[in-house]
């Protein structure tokens, strides 16, 4: 019912930028919350940056002055979230997951669900 596409990541050298996206398909209503998490190779996901639908923002302490978070806002009004990445480093590499809260609607049963789904991920490779 509710489908996450992420794009945006690639190959770049350090200094450099990226802006990923993740965009929520579906019949929405609104798009919560949406935050990004950074898995480097071998290691855990650990969380980036978060935002609320109002706004508020949250940042790991890694990554505060060089990434910014935006886009969902309101009800049926954005359902994109951003990722822009500034002065990226080497130690940034690794796939970036989006992780929304959605409120939809179901043509089935007539009614509105909860559900907090993951996107697919999207690898950024920072050269030195």
């Known amino acids: 019912q509710v489908q996450l596409v992420e794009s945006g990541g690639g190959l770049v050298q350090a200094g450099r930028s990226l802006r990923l996206s993740c965009t929520v398909i579906g019949n929405i209503f609104e798009v919560t919350y949406a935050a990004w998490y950074h898995q480097p190779a071998g290691k855990q996901r650990e969380f980036v940056a978060n935002?609320?639908?109002?706004?508020?923002?949250?940042?790991?302490d890694s990554v505060k002055g060089r990434f910014t978070i935006s886009g969902i806002s309101g009800i049926k009004v954005e359902n994109t979230a951003y990722l822009q990445m500034n002065n990226l480093k080497p130690e940034d590499t690794g796939v970036y997951y989006c992780h929304t809260a959605v409120l939809y609607y179901s043509d089935d049963d007539k009614n509105y669900h909860f559900v907090e789904p993951w996107g697919q991920g999207t690898l950024v490779t920072v050269s030195p």
């Open positions: 935002i609320t639908s109002s706004g508020v923002t949250n940042y790991a």
